[in-house]
């Protein structure tokens, strides 16, 4: 099966004040805030099982996000991320360092053309559902 992008799954961005500006989100367009930003959960339409949107301001300047210069990062869901990182150097895009694997999930980084840095995710959803079935998440 080759790999693909299924959603996305985050949004990375640098802020002069990460927390005054979870702070502002949360008082006036209601969103749940935790240390990392905001979860947004939503449902997967194929199996109708919960997954999870993560909103972060992140202290400006961001090295995570090099070697981009841009002041922001998306994270995108992806099916079978071994199968897409195979396809993404058949046409000729390298990976970005090592992939990574958490107990949410495994990871790896690509830039695109125009030097955005791409975060792909292969997500272990259920950790989130664990963590966070205390907490009210923005629907």
Do not use: C
Request: charged content about 25%.
């Amino acid at each position: 099966m080759k790999g693909k992008v299924i959603g996305v799954g985050g949004i990375f961005f640098e802020s002069e004040s990460p927390n005054e500006l979870k702070d502002w989100y949360k008082k006036n367009l209601g969103f749940v805030t935790n240390d990392y930003g905001a979860l947004f959960e939503f449902k997967k339409t194929s199996n109708n099982e919960k997954a999870y949107l993560n909103w972060s301001p992140m202290q400006k300047p961001v090295s995570y996000f090099e070697p981009s210069s841009k002041p922001f990062m998306i994270n995108y869901r992806v099916q079978n991320l071994e199968g897409l990182l195979k396809q993404l150097k058949k046409n000729g895009t390298s990976q970005l360092g090592e992939t990574e694997t958490h107990s949410y999930g495994k990871f790896a980084w690509v830039l695109d053309p125009e030097g955005n840095k791409i975060e792909l995710w292969e997500p272990i959803d259920e950790v989130f559902t664990e963590e966070h079935k205390n907490e009210t998440i923005q629907e």
